[in-house]
């Protein structure tokens, strides 16, 4: 079975190397060696096992070595940095297998712009040669791009000419957003299948820089260690180690220590429940650093990140998602302002960037999302954020027991959307003074409070609570799973239009679409066609 933990000692595909402040990602691709036997990784192309080593890569940087301050990314192979996704496999793979592969490897690449703009961590991308499709999209999402002038390697987006597709994680948006590549040279680049070279490719921004073979080795590293200086993390250690999470698995569970995940086939919903912190929890930097990965935020959303993979990529029928809470809420509350006491630490400041980034991950999950706020939820602060990520919520207002939901600062800022506002700005951008109001409010809310300060969807009472909850989830599932996709898309966008957001919400949408139609995937499309000896044969027709 798929799992998306990985550690460097069982990497396959990549070399991670230190040396001071400078690590070096090096791409060293197993033909052999991919998530089926169905097709050869040639040319350092890749597959979904292949990012998935890549994500923990950068996410061990950031927690297990604070002592680098910039990563090199570059290939072990001769004449050859990557090749872009691999051409068979996505050929092979069922269509949500394309969906969720091309967003795995965009949420990748975001991991890596987002530990340059917070964790202080630069990234150089080392073309040492040909750099195609998806290639180029992972070079995109570096600092800085430089390629070897051996006169024959070069930059492509190739998709479209090659193989009637999109480049799906990223590239047409960041050649023109990131590195504001001119309209009319990104039109042209977009459609020549060799791409650009030498000069050009540093004349129209497609790369920072271009050097001779001979000088190639040494430029790298000398721009690599001027980026390291730039820095503010630590000089030396340690970081903690990120040790597996071992969750129970089961035919219809997945359970870990803060996490639960139950499905339900038949009814194809699944229910998803955190556990809050505990009673002696740290007060102190050191005693968090001791703690390492058991520190309940890092333990906790680690676990809920594996948790929405395996739901996203091998639960493909459960379209609806119960998400509850249970724990302490003041214990709640004082772990986040422990956060905040202290994220101007690193390694705080890594927590919470990657409980931002899961969160966020639950956002661009294509799942219908509950939350069910009942007595003994644990609904404050960080995790309020799960119900504010939901599509709707329910409150159950039963006079005879308490249930309440509560906020902290960490609503007001730390775990900002892909749109760059919080879920409460997303909110509420019809009133936006209702943000500060309900920040304001003193102690938790009681369910016709949380109603009446639009924090809750409804808060039906004990006589309405099962009946309404059980026709919601129901009227849910029977309706159309696609259209579903494209409706909660387009309303968790809400707001300003950022890179990020055009990714996800226009980049996966249409090549959602893309992937479907039979220019790409019929019988004779392109990306069925291709490495065959046939061309492949259109319908012209603009829809």
């Not at 001769?78 to 872009?84: K, P, Q, Y």
């Not at 960490?410 to 019809?430: D, H, I, V, W, Y």
């Not at 990020?500 to 090549?511: N, Y």
């Amino acid at each position: 079975m798929l799992s998306f933990e990985t550690s460097p000692e069982r990497y396959r595909h990549w070399k991670l190397a230190f040396d001071g402040p400078v690590a070096t990602l090096s791409m060293d691709v197993q033909e052999d060696a991919g998530l089926s036997p169905d097709y050869k990784l040639k040319l350092n192309s890749y597959d979904l096992g292949v990012d998935i080593e890549l994500a923990d890569a950068i996410q061990r940087i950031r927690f297990e070595h604070p002592e680098v301050h910039a990563v090199v990314v570059t290939s072990l192979k001769e004449r050859i940095f990557c090749a872009g996704a691999n051409i068979f496999m996505l050929r092979g793979s069922s269509h949500a297998w394309k969906v969720n592969f091309c967003k795995f490897t965009n949420e990748t690449r975001l991991a890596i712009e987002d530990a340059s703009a917070h964790s202080g961590i630069k990234f150089l991308a080392a073309l040492n040669g040909i750099c195609a499709g998806g290639g180029y999209e992972l070079a995109l999402a570096c600092d800085e791009i430089v390629l070897v002038d051996d006169g024959n390697s070069a930059v492509s987006l190739p998709e479209t000419p090659l193989l009637g597709v999109l480049p799906g994680t990223g590239g047409l948006t960041r050649v023109v957003d990131k590195r504001k590549v001119r309209r009319d040279l990104a039109d042209v680049f977009g459609t020549v299948a060799e791409g650009v070279k030498g000069k050009r490719a540093v004349e129209w921004r497609l790369v920072d820089a271009v050097y001779p073979t001979s000088q190639f080795r040494d430029r790298v590293a000398a721009r690599a260690t001027e980026l390291a200086a730039l820095s503010d993390r630590p000089r030396t250690g340690p970081g903690i180690a990120l040790t597996p999470l071992a969750p129970a698995v089961a035919d219809t569970s997945v359970t870990y220590s803060a996490v639960s995940l139950v499905i339900d086939r038949e009814k194809r919903v699944a229910t998803l429940t955190v556990t809050g912190p505990g009673a002696g929890q740290p007060e102190s930097v050191e005693a968090i650093q001791a703690l390492g990965d058991r520190f309940w935020p890092l333990r906790a959303f680690r676990e809920l990140d594996d948790a929405l993979l395996r739901l996203r990529v091998l639960e493909p029928l459960v379209g609806t998602v119960i998400v509850k809470t249970r724990g302490d809420q003041g214990a709640m509350i004082a772990m986040d302002d422990l956060l905040l006491a202290h994220q101007d630490h690193w390694l705080v400041r890594e927590i919470v960037h990657f409980v931002k980034r899961t969160l966020k991950r639950m956002d661009l999950t294509s799942r219908s999302f509950f939350a069910l706020i009942e007595p003994g939820s644990c609904f404050a602060g960080t995790l309020f954020e799960l119900a504010l990520a939901a599509d709707r919520s329910y409150m159950l207002d039963d006079p005879d027991e308490d249930n309440t939901i509560a906020l902290s600062r960490m609503n007001g800022g730390p775990l900002k959307m892909s749109n760059g506002l919080t879920r409460l700005e997303t909110r509420f951008l019809a009133q936006p003074e209702q943000v500060g109001k309900v920040l304001a409010h003193d102690g938790p809310f009681g369910p016709r409070e949380a109603l009446d300060a639009g924090l809750v969807s409804f808060a039906p009472d004990d006589i309405d609570w099962d009946d309404e909850v059980r026709l919601a989830v129901e009227s849910r599932v029977a309706l159309s799973p696609d259209a579903l996709t494209g409706m909660e898309a387009n309303l968790r966008f809400a707001g300003p239009e950022t890179m990020e957001t055009k990714i996800f919400g226009r980049l996966t949408a249409w090549q959602n679409w893309i992937f479907i139609r039979p220019n790409a995937v019929g019988a004779k499309g392109a990306l069925t066609s291709y490495g065959s000896q046939s061309r492949p044969e259109f319908d012209f027709n603009r829809t």
